[in-house]
């Protein structure tokens, strides 16, 4: 059987849209030290280093080579992995896998990106494939206002609910020191106020882009107990490929393709027997670089029945005094250092668990969550994190 | 972008060409930004030394590669140094700093343990050698690069 695995350090930067005072290493070095702090480690306990960036989204290729030293990598075993948005996810699920198989005890995943280095935008539309996509490029931005479309025809959702779920988002997001937009939005109308990127998406409808990295410290069951009085059990992971659905990436029009969300809940769901999402589970950290795919994932993830995710948001039952809070630290529209958004996902839901989440603290006690990551052409990687075993 | 066609067993096939244009703007960071400003106002070559196992690396950096420490004990370094090896580039292309030929070396500049890399100037490729001794030429109008050093030249 497969080691048990914890979280034993969690670390991140505070997030912002330049870091002139440090190159992208040193800002690196921030989160590995602060995720060393957290477990009372030294870099010599650290076996092997897992490391996720969209190195095209800096302008600089093989980015993690020229960080070996500051993030604690020299002489060590590790590599990069670059999976598009869900890239810290899978920088984590290789730890996860390394720790789980018995080949490191301890390993640290970290992500991060420096968006004041390069244009995602530019690096999207430049690398796409140029038969098909290219021309056609309009960044994430023009997926997420077509999944924005979509997700109002198909469930009768309106401006109003996305506009709610963008003012859950900035409560958490100003109780939570590491975020990055902290806006302070009173009401649903300041939402709806701001201006069209991409009609029906709106400035306020999507995340910015960030500075930032979260490394994490995992272990195996009988290093974590003796490393950390709180560790978090990364009890189940699934990762889920697909290809750009040419209908659009996000949203599915023609109601034919496979959604990655739904094969990985099947998957883990079914193996850890959940068969009532919000009553199982206590709260969930997901990937949503807009509010309208925040209402989507809800759907997707089985928060709620097909068609009645607006529902949540108009109870109040995802806030993070609701029933099942989802994303109290702020989530992706308030911060997206892209690598790091994943890792900080598992990050955020991992000291929810822990009750380590200060300010953003969620009222329902949190044995257990779920954490997921979605990317390029809408992959989906999905964790479960428990308090105990 | 441009397209062409070729012929593949009697049937055309599309064949994209283009050239990728990603912007970047990469931050020095205020170690790497001091060393470029030494550069510039005073022609120093500044070093960082390590408190822990004292090697002294060039260009100054702010974390210890063999120690994890977070360094802040800058050094000035010799403008001095011996060429630990060479090559000469005779086909350079339009992202180099100069035409051809370039000779570039590492040096090991004098109260550094780090090789430096750069180019060397004024020198015959007869008369290049591994152990030679050499010193920085410094541009007249400096920008705060490591271009604000012209190259090394070897020492008479």
């Known amino acids: ?389 | 972008m441009a397209t062409v066609t070729e012929k593949l067993e009697g049937m055309d096939v599309w064949l994209y060409h283009g050239q990728i244009y990603i912007p970047n703007t990469f931050s020095a960071g205020a170690v790497g930004s001091r060393f470029l400003i030494e550069l510039r106002d005073k022609k120093r070559i500044m070093g960082m030394r390590c408190p822990t196992c004292n090697r002294v690396y060039v260009p100054a950096r702010s974390i210890c590669k063999d120690c994890f420490e977070q360094l802040d004990e800058w050094v000035e370094v010799s403008d001095k140094g011996t060429v630990l090896t060479y090559a000469t580039d005779y086909e350079t292309k339009s992202i180099q700093p100069t035409g051809s030929p370039i000779v570039y070396g590492i040096i090991q500049l004098d109260g550094a343990d780090t090789g430096f890399v750069h180019m060397l100037g004024e020198v015959d490729p007869e008369q290049l050698r591994v152990g030679m001794r050499v010193q920085a030429v410094f541009q007249k109008e400096r920008e705060g690069s490591i271009l604000d050093i012209k190259y090394f030249k070897p020492l008479a």
């Not at chain 1, 800002?27 to 030294?42: F, G």
């Not at chain 1, 992500?111 to 098909?132: L, R």
């Not at chain 1, 928060?303 to 809070?325: A, D, Q, R, V």
């Open chain 1, 1 to 389: 059987m497969a080691n048990r695995v914890a979280i034993v350090g969690i670390g991140q930067t505070y997030h912002t849209s330049k870091r002139d005072d440090v190159n992208q290493p040193e800002m690196v070095a921030e989160a590995v030290r602060s995720a060393l702090t957290d477990a009372q480690l030294s870099i010599r306990d650290i076996e092997s280093v897992f490391t996720g960036n969209m190195e095209t989204f800096e302008g600089i290729f093989l980015p993690d080579h020229g960080m070996a030293a500051e993030i604690g990598a020299l002489g060590k075993p590790g590599f990069k992995v670059n999976t598009g948005g869900t890239t810290g996810a899978s920088a984590v699920a290789e730890g996860f896998y390394m720790v789980s198989s018995g080949l490191y005890d301890i390993s640290m995943v970290i992500g991060f990106e420096k968006q004041d280095c390069g244009d995602t935008t530019a690096a999207i539309s430049a690398a796409a494939v140029p038969v098909w996509a290219k021309g056609a490029a309009t960044g994430a931005i023009g997926e997420f206002a077509k999944q924005a479309l979509s997700y109002m025809e198909i469930t009768g959702g309106t401006e109003e609910h996305a506009a709610m779920v963008r003012v859950k988002a900035d409560k958490g997001a100003c109780r939570n020191p590491y975020a990055h937009l902290k806006l302070g939005l009173q009401s649903i109308d300041e939402v709806l106020q701001s201006p069209y990127l991409v009609w029906p998406l709106r400035l306020l409808d999507f995340c910015p882009q960030s500075c930032g990295a979260c490394a994490l410290i995992l272990a195996t069951e009988k290093k974590a107990k003796k490393i950390h009085k709180k560790p978090v059990w990364l009890a189940d992971v699934e990762v889920v490929h697909q290809e750009p659905f040419r209908a659009g990436v996000f949203g599915d029009p023609t109601g034919k393709e496979t959604y990655t969300q739904h094969v990985a809940c099947e998957k883990i769901y079914k193996r850890n027997n959940i068969t009532d999402v919000r009553k199982q589970i206590d709260m969930a950290e997901i990937y949503e670089p807009s509010n309208w795919e925040e209402l989507n994932l809800y759907e997707h993830l089985h928060f709620c029945k097909k068609g009645e995710s607006w529902k949540l948001i108009e109870k109040g039952i995802t806030e993070i005094e609701g029933e099942f809070p989802v994303n109290p630290s702020g989530g992706v529209i308030s911060t997206n250092p892209i690598g790091a958004t994943p890792v900080i996902r598992v990050a955020e839901a991992a000291l929810q668990i822990r009750g380590d989440a200060g300010e953003h603290q969620v009222t329902r006690d949190t044995k257990t969550a779920i954490a997921t990551a979605l990317g390029g052409p809408n992959w989906t990687v999905m964790f479960l994190l428990k308090r105990s075993l």
